[in-house]
T-cell receptor, first 111, second 114 residues
């Protein structure tokens, strides 16, 4: 079993839709959670980062962590064609240097 | 603000040739540095990380090596490339200590071994 599971997609939605991207994990020691956006042939760009459980909002993006269910989500409101990219989740345990990544979900927002 | 550079951006090398990819970080001191490889349609594979000058941890035994000759410089090398070394190589940094945990990536180097 992988430490982090992420549906590879592709996920296709119409412009303006609310997008929900998710990751599940198995290691209860993970405390730091991140979401990255990666455009084709580019490096990943850090979108959101959260510590432990709860919600964090930044503009159209909301990151949600449910440690009891070992489940994290990224919501994108009013999705735009420019949001079309691969979204990677990442997580880290306290006291470690290694980050564990999901394989990424490819999102397509259709105009 | 901090920036991270990688070069070259693209590279085409024949099998058996040597490799040297460079990564530098500006605007921070004593960063943790990382090399990842991303194969087409696959996730990020951690290759090496470094928490200080001369300190290298290897995650995957293979024909690649890494060095950190200066505080903000991280180099990925190979003496003889294999076809399987093709991929997108990403350098990343995170702040030292435990107060900040975000990791930031460079623009990447696309390596094709022919």
């Amino acid at each position: 079993q992988k430490e982090v599971e992420q549906d590879p997609g592709p996920l296709s939605v119409p412009e303006g839709a609310i997008v929900s991207l998710n990751c599940t994990y198995s290691n209860s020691a993970f405390q730091y959670f991140m979401w990255y956006r990666q455009y084709s042939r580019k490096g990943p760009e850090l979108l959101m980062y959260t510590y432990s459980s709860g919600n964090k909002e930044d503009g159209r993006f909301t990151a949600q962590v449910d440690k009891s269910s070992k489940y994290i989500s990224l919501f994108i409101r009013d999705s735009q064609p420019s949001d079309s990219a691969t979204y990677l989740c990442a997580m880290k345990a306290s006291g470690t240097y290694k980050y564990i990544f999901g394989t990424g979900t490819r999102l397509k927002v259709l105009a | 603000s901090q920036t991270i550079h990688q070069w070259p951006a693209t590279l085409v090398q024949p099998v058996g040739s040597p490799l040297s990819l460079e990564c530098t970080v500006e605007g921070t001191s004593n960063p943790n540095l990382y090399w990842y490889r991303q194969a087409a349609g696959r996730g990020l594979q951690l290759l090496f990380y470094s928490v200080g000058i001369g300190q290298i941890s290897s995650e995957v035994p293979q024909n690649l090596s890494a060095s950190r000759p200066q505080d903000r410089q991280f180099i990925l090398s190979s003496k003889k490339l294999l076809l399987s070394d093709s991929g997108f190589y990403l350098c990343a940094w995170s702040a030292p200590g435990g107060l900040l945990y975000e990791q930031y990536f460079g623009p990447g180097t696309r390596l094709t071994v022919t």
